[in-house]
Every structure is written in C-alpha cells, then in structure tokens.
C-alpha cells in the first residue's frame, strides 16, 4: 500500500484487508498514471479482499472505496456510507465479486463488472454504465440507475427496489 502526500492509501499488489471493527476514510485499489493526451504512462494492478472479522456486533467500514484496476472481493464489512460515500468502480476496472459485507451507494463504470453472491443490507444509489450481475444477496431500500450498462437479477432478495433508466450518475 502506496500512501503518497495526500495521504490517500492505493493498493497496488495483492492484499487481504481485515477492517477488524475499524473504519478506513478513503482507499484506492489500483493505479493508473495518464499522459498530458489522455493516454496512460503506467498502470499498476491492485488485487484487495475486504474481510471483517470483528468481534462484539461493530462492523469495519470503508467509506469511499474506488476500485481503479486489477481484481477486488468484497467479503465483509460495510462500504460506503448514508452520506454519499460509495464504493466507486472505474471504467475498465476489472471484476468485482461481492460475497458478503455490506454495500451502500455503489457506481459501476462502462468496461466494469460487478456481481453480487451474498452479502446482506445493500442499500442506496447504485449507478451503472458497466454490467451487475445479482444471484444472491439480501438487499434494503435500493435504487438502480442503469444509464448504458446491463443489470441482471437472477436472485436474491429484495425488500424495496426501484429502476430508473438512464438519469445522469
């Protein structure tokens, strides 16, 4: 983990996190430097499992989670927040496989792919131009946004659900 001036921690190697009832303000996995064109310089893969093996009821928490590029699991904890915080898939990320923990707001740019097996309590906004796929997982109140991606619900379980096509993310 790379924590530069700004104090902000990028994950570029593979890495299991364990939250451990703790929260982690802002975590970036992955890394991609661009060129004054728009091109890119270098790019370095991140590969982060998100775990909480917290003790007592508390929960871990990653308020911003932006998944730039490699691979990344979500099998714990609770990522984002009820104040907008999210977790943020770039474009062309990579995969993202949830299997537990908690999502709360979540963005999904065109070239990404999120697939939700578990987990419980998903919740809030989430925002697709890329592909979500759901076979399991038990969610709150969640709104889909689907702007030019493809969401796929094959199962899980859903207490209020709304889908509205193509707003602005």
Known sequence: VDAGDEQMAVVRKTLTLDLNG?????????????DEAGGIIDSYNGNLTVVDNAQGGSCGKIKDLEFVKGSLAIQGGWIG??????????????????SGGTVYNATVGDGA?????GGTGHA???????????????????????NSGTIAISGGTFSTLQNFDNPSS
């Open 22 to 34: 703790m929260t982690v303000d802002y975590l970036t996995v992955g890394d991609v430097v661009p």
């Open 113 to 117: 792919t999120v697939t939700v097996t």
């Open 124 to 146: 809030g906004n989430w925002c697709n131009d890329g592909t979500l796929n759901i076979t399991d997982g038990t969610f709150g109140g969640v709104k889909f946004y689907n």
């Open 81 to 98: 927040d009820y104040d907008g915080s999210k977790l943020t898939c770039n474009g062309n990320s990579g995969s993202v496989i949830i």
